[in-house]
């Protein structure tokens, strides 16, 4: 299983315990085997440092704002998750049976973290080179899928109501509910007397659903 996980990520680790703690879910950890988290830290930092240097040369005249928009999709929790399931790391993941029982292996969250912990990993292990190769591999696909710089919905919403005089759109949380290594978001979007409430695993995904659902009925309206 090792030399799967391994070739599928083109790199032998020198310590394999830096492979193993970034593919150990929280559920799985105990104190002689940390999860994936610390590493997740690190790895977020490197995707972030990658990706940055990939969009100052593939698009060179594009203003701070674009690229700063662009760079948030590919870093996104989402995204990551997405190069995951291209790598197919699923089957390594080292869960709880609890965890992988109900659904885990297959959790977006959950492979994006171990997406970024597995980069994490291979910068301590092997240092940046490794870790840039392995995001390029798998980021540019990305980077060609869409030329012009993304909307978000929260962008998308303000835009719509600040073009209609309604003012700023308002954000708040609901409730949260679940363990800490894999939280539920409940936000509700408000502008004037219209609202819409979204889910996600971060208050930013979130706040994404919710003006998005807010956007469709404005404008089905």
């Known amino acids: ?26 559920s799985a950890a105990s104190a002689l085997k940390p999860s994936y988290q610390r590493l997740e830290f690190l790895g977020d930092r490197v995707l972030g440092l990658v990706v940055a240097r990939l969009l100052i040369q593939r698009f060179p005249g594009e203003a701070e704002g674009d690229l700063a928009k662009r760079h948030a999709v590919l870093v996104s929790r989402e995204t990551a998750a997405r190069a995951a399931g291209a790598l197919g790391i699923a089957p390594f993941i080292k869960l709880s049976k609890g965890e992988d029982e109900a659904g885990g292996r297959s959790n977006p969250t959950a492979l994006g973290d171990v997406m970024e912990a597995l980069l994490g990993a291979i910068y301590l292990d092997g240092g940046l080179a490794p870790a840039e190769a392995l995001v390029v591999r798998l980021w540019e696909p990305l980077l060609a899928e869409d030329l012009s710089p993304p909307k978000d919905a929260k962008t998308t919403l303000q835009e719509w109501s600040q073009a209609r005089s309604m003012g700023l759109p308002v954000y708040s949380v609901l409730s949260q509910s679940g363990p800490a290594h894999d939280p539920k978001f409940l936000i509700l979007a408000r502008i004037g007397d219209n609202q819409a409430q979204g889910e996600g695993n971060s208050k930013r995904a979130a706040e994404q659903m919710a003006a998005k659902a807010l956007l469709e009925t404005l404008t089905h309206d």
Request: hydrophobic share 30%; net charge negative.
């Open 1 to 26: 299983m090792s030399q799967d996980i391994e070739t599928k990520l083109g790199y032998v680790f020198k310590s394999p315990s830096l492979r193993d703690e970034a593919l150990t879910h929280p």
